[in-house]
């Protein structure tokens, strides 16, 4: 399976973006999804989580009431829609599948494939 991430950008603090993880397959429709961003100089944390079926879902305290992750399996893409940005937001998002089950698939490790990554920048 292959994921490519877009819809990354440069936005003012208080706007919104949204990404797109597009799979290559259907069988993106089994994976647990996740988006995880990378900042510089930190390491790359988990965001949101949302199971293969896109009604549970787990979100990073930092995003919580600001980002929604939702999943539209016919169309084999996953999204993030962020609002109320903040500088802090600003990071490379990623988007990422597992074969594990939502809630064993926690860390970066438990995920097999990749998008490439897109950049957020939020300025303020």
């Known amino acids: 399976v292959q994921l490519q991430a877009s819809g990354g950008g440069l936005v003012q603090a208080g706007g919104s973006l949204r990404l797109i993880c597009t799979a290559s397959t259907s069988t993106f429709e089994s994976l647990t999804v996740a988006w995880f961003r990378q900042a510089p100089g930190k390491e790359r944390e988990p965001v949101a989580v949302?199971?293969?079926?896109?009604?549970?879902?787990r979100y990073a305290d930092s995003v919580k009431g600001r980002f929604t992750i939702s999943r539209d399996v016919d169309k084999n893409t996953a999204y993030l829609q962020m609002n109320s940005l903040n500088p802090e937001d600003t990071a490379v998002y990623f988007c990422?599948?597992?074969?594990?089950?939502?809630?064993?698939?926690?860390?970066?490790?438990?995920?097999?494939?990749w998008g490439q990554g897109t950049q957020v920048t939020v300025s303020s």
């Open positions: 949302v199971n293969r079926w896109g009604v549970t879902r």
């Open positions: 990422a599948g597992s074969w594990k089950g939502f809630d064993d698939a926690t860390q970066e490790n438990d995920y097999e494939y």
